[in-house]
């Protein structure tokens, strides 16, 4: 019972009411991810003509809400046979009203593919939800500094490697000495289901205190962030109607570590990943079975307005 507590963190608090649900807008979100599957087709790492124009998409969309967005910039050697090349992460920033001694909150998201395939949940679904939270945050401001941030390279042949678009930017927040509260990464947050069994887990054992229908979200995280996963899933919680779990647990479970957040556990930033869980509740994910017309954008909005909510306080 003490390790499901630590794993799990169970909140007995209530569950927030839809009537709360007035900010974000399922129909934005829907119309943003048909816009990236349908005119970025084969957002990877080798097709730069089309990351840069995805990259260019994304600081468009940004600027209608912000004057404070720029490119991140970065150049690899190898990836591409034996040349150099540039790539983008695209950056908005959003000045709190107040000077918060715990300091910036970062929301995070990848535009790139896998394979170049439509990558609508994967991760058009986070690119969205990027979208809907700067045209709330417009018109919202938060307490605390934030950053929006959609990385380019998290897919292989970058994963997992210091080429990601997100290890770019942790490495220079650390190098300007930037204070971080916390970094919320959005992957894959738009399949739901409730049919039985519908739900997978990397360990049998965890059945037992997680559902078995993927009619969820989840915050996931390692043991060294207990603390920021339960402030962020509280916050969550009180301010959406999905039904929210969340698991701390070591990098070798499958998993855990299978995003950008795990780039800003190298720089002792806390971090934690917004998830459906992915290829634990689908068969689409990596497949061009990903497509739009597969998500729940009302449920997904559900999602961005729990993030929204913890964000501005």
């Given at each position: ?9 169970p909140?007995f608090?209530?569950q927030g ?45 940004f ?6 967005v ?5 150049t ?5 046979e034996e ?26 998201a ?50 997992r ?9 942790a490495?220079?927040?650390k190098?300007?000495?930037?204070k971080v509260?916390?970094?919320?990464v ?10 039985a ?8 054992l ?9 009619n ?29 779990y969340?698991?701390n647990?070591?990098m070798?479970?499958?998993?855990i ?18 998830t ?8 689409n ?15 997904m909005?559900?999602?961005v307005?729990g993030?929204?909510?913890a964000v501005?306080?």
């Amino acid at each position: 019972m003490i390790i499901w507590y630590v794993v799990a963190q169970p909140l007995f608090i209530s569950q927030g009411m839809q009537q709360s649900m007035v900010e974000v807008k399922a129909e934005n979100l829907k119309k943003s991810v048909y816009e990236l599957v349908e005119k970025f087709d084969g957002r990877v790492y080798d097709n730069l003509k089309v990351l840069n124009s995805t990259a260019e998409y994304i600081y468009d969309r940004f600027s209608q809400h912000s004057s404070d967005v720029h490119y991140q910039t970065y150049t690899l050697h190898g990836l591409l046979e034996e040349d150099s090349f540039e790539y983008r992460n695209v950056i908005l920033k959003i000045k709190g009203q107040e000077v918060c001694a715990e300091g910036l909150t970062v929301v995070g998201a990848h535009y790139d593919t896998y394979e170049g395939m439509a990558g609508a949940n994967d991760n058009s679904s986070g690119i969205a939800g990027l979208f809907e939270l700067a045209r709330v945050l417009e018109a919202h401001p938060p307490r605390c500094d934030v950053e929006l941030v959609a990385y380019t390279l998290e897919e292989p042949p970058a994963f997992r490697t210091k080429k990601m678009g997100s290890y770019i930017h942790a490495k220079r927040l650390k190098e300007k000495n930037v204070k971080v509260k916390r970094v919320i990464v959005l992957e894959v947050i738009g399949l739901y289901s409730n049919e039985a069994n519908s739900q997978h887990y990397p360990l049998p054992l965890m059945n037992a205190f997680y559902p078995k229908e993927a009619n969820f979200i989840a915050i996931v995280s390692n043991f060294d962030n207990i603390f920021t996963v339960r402030e962020l899933k509280e916050s969550m919680k009180s301010n959406m109607n999905l039904p929210l779990y969340s698991v701390n647990a070591p990098m070798f479970i499958p998993g855990i570590d299978f995003s950008d957040h795990r780039s800003y556990w190298e720089f002792d930033y806390p971090s934690v990943m917004v998830t459906d869980t992915a290829f634990y509740r689908s068969d689409n994910y990596h497949t061009e079975n990903d497509t739009p017309d597969t998500l729940d954008y009302e449920k997904m909005a559900e999602v961005v307005e729990g993030v929204f909510r913890a964000v501005v306080e």
